[in-house]
C-alpha cells in the first residue's frame, strides 16, 4: 500500500512577514497596497508622492531594491529620486520573518504523523531549506527521502512546492513553470508557482505520476483577474492530463492546495475532466467533513471550507481504500475554533500551530514503492 498525501506547510524557516499576520484581513488590505506599489513602479512616469504614501504605509512589510540606478534619494528608503521606470532597474522584497524553533518543531511532527510515502509539500521556501529542515527534525532511521525538485522562478515571495518521497527511483520530471496564456485579453505566465510532474517507480515495473499544485490566492481579494487566473490554471492541467496521459491505464494524481471550494468555477474543468476523480469522491465523503481550511472572514456556515485537494486517475481510482483529512495542526483548531476537534498536543495558538491548512492522505492499495 501506498499512503499519498498533500499538505500546505505555511514555508519551513521563513516567510513574508505581509502574508504571516494573525489577522488574514489586514494581510490581504496589504496585499492590496503591495500590488498597487507594484503598478506604479512600473510605470513610465512617476507619481512621486503617491509611491512615498505607499512605502510608508508598507513600511516593515515592503522593500524597494534597486539593481542599477537610483530609485531612492541618496540612503533614504522613503524619498523617490527616479522619475520613471527607465531610471533604473529592481523591484519590490518582501521582507521576511523566521518562525520560531517550536512553530518548526510542531510542523515536523505533523508532517510525521502522516506516515506518507509521498507527500506535495505546498509553501517550501527551496531546496536548501527542506534539506535543512529534514537534518534538523528528522533522525536519520526515520527520514523520508524529502527532496525539492523544482525552485519555481515565478513566485517572488519564494512560495514553492516539492514533492517528496519515501523510497522510490525517479524518473522523469518536469516543471511547467514557463507556459504561458491568455487571461482577460492579455498574455500571462499561467502559475502563481508551477504544476510540477514528477515521475516515481513502483515495485511491479510501472510508474506513479504526481501533478503539484499551488493556485493562485485568494489573499488581497477574489477579484475576477484571480479568478480567471485558476479557472487558467484548472484548466491547464486538464490539457496536460490529456496532451501526456492515458487516465484509464497510467496511475496519475493531481494533489496540493488550488485556493478555491469545489463548487466554484475554478475549480469546474478539473470534475469535468474524465477519467478523473475527487478522493472525497470515491469514497462519498460526507461535503461537511471534507473541510481542509477555516476561513474566519466567511459567515458562520462557510467557514469551513475545501481549498486541499487530491484528484486520482480512473486507473488508480479502484485502489482508493482510505481518505484522511489531519486538522489537528490546524490553527483554528489550536485557537479552539474548531472545537470538536482537539488540537496535537502542544499546539496552543496561532504562534505554535503548524499551517492553517490540513493535511490530506489516502490509501492506495496493492501499490508498493521501488527500493
Known amino acids: ?12 524557516f521563513d516567510r513574508p512577514k505581509i502574508i504571516n499576520l494573525e489577522d488574514n484581513q489586514e494581510s490581504s488590505r496589504l496585499l492590496k497596497l503591495a500590488d498597487q506599489l507594484q503598478k506604479e513602479i512600473g510605470k513610465t512616469t512617476y507619481d512621486k508622492a503617491q509611491i512615498e504614501q505607499l512605502l510608508t504605509d508598507l513600511k516593515g512589510y515592503v522593500t524597494v531594491r534597486s539593481d542599477k540606478g537610483k530609485f531612492f534619494v541618496g540612503q533614504s528608503k522613503t ?10 532597474d529592481g523591484g519590490i522584497e518582501f521582507i521576511r520573518v523566521k518562525f520560531d524553533d517550536k512553530q518548526r518543531e510542531n510542523t515536523a511532527r505533523l508532517v510525521k504523523s502522516l506516515n506518507a510515502d509521498v507527500l506535495c509539500m505546498i509553501e517550501v521556501e527551496g531546496r536548501q ?63 502563481s508557482r508551477d504544476c510540477l510532474e514528477v515521475e516515481l517507480k513502483l515495485n511491479d515495473g510501472k510508474y506513479l505520476w504526481l501533478l503539484g499544485n499551488h493556485f493562485k490566492s485568494k489573499f488581497g ?46 475549480m469546474a474543468p478539473l470534475y469535468a475532466a474524465a477519467d478523473l476523480h475527487d478522493v472525497f469522491e470515491v ?40 481518505v484522511s483529512v489531519h486538522r489537528g495542526g490546524m490553527t483554528a483548531v489550536a485557537q479552539g475554533k474548531i472545537p470538536e476537534i482537539q488540537p496535537m498536543e502542544g499546539f496552543t495558538g496561532w504562534r505554535d500551530a503548524a499551517s492553517d491548512h490540513a493535511a490530506i492522505t489516502v490509501d492506495l492499495d496493492t501499490l508498493e514503492m521501488s527500493a
Open 1 to 12: 500500500m501506498i499512503r499519498l498525501g498533500t499538505y500546505n506547510l505555511e514555508n519551513l
Open 79 to 88: 524619498k523617490v529620486k527616479a522619475n520613471g521606470r527607465a531610471d533604473w
Open 129 to 191: 531549506t527542506l534539506t535543512d529542515f529534514m537534518r534538523e527534525f528528522f533522525p536519520t532511521s526515520a527520514r523520508l527521502g524529502y527532496n525539492m525538485l523544482i525552485d519555481s522562478p515565478i513566485d517572488p515571495r519564494g512560495i514553492d512546492i516539492a514533492i517528496a518521497w519515501r523510497k522510490s527511483s525517479l524518473g522523469i520530471l518536469r516543471s511547467n513553470a514557463y507556459d504561458r496564456t491568455m487571461i482577460n485579453g492579455r498574455e500571462a505566465s499561467v502559475w
Open 221 to 266: 481579494g477574489d477579484t475576477p483577474k484571480s479568478i480567471a487566473k485558476r479557472t487558467a490554471q484548472s484548466q491547464r492541467v486538464v490539457e496536460i492530463l490529456n496532451e501526456r496521459y492515458n487516465l484509464k491505464q497510467d496511475y496519475v494524481a493531481v494533489l496540493g492546495d488550488l485556493n478555491d471550494t469545489p463548487d466554484s468555477a475554478p
Open 283 to 322: 469514497m462519498n465523503t460526507p461535503a461537511a467533513d471534507r473541510y481542509t481550511y477555516y476561513y474566519s472572514g466567511n459567515p458562520v456556515s462557510k467557514r469551513k471550507t475545501q481549498i486541499d485537494y487530491i484528484f486520482v486517475s480512473e486507473a488508480l481510482r479502484p485502489l482508493v481504500k482510505d
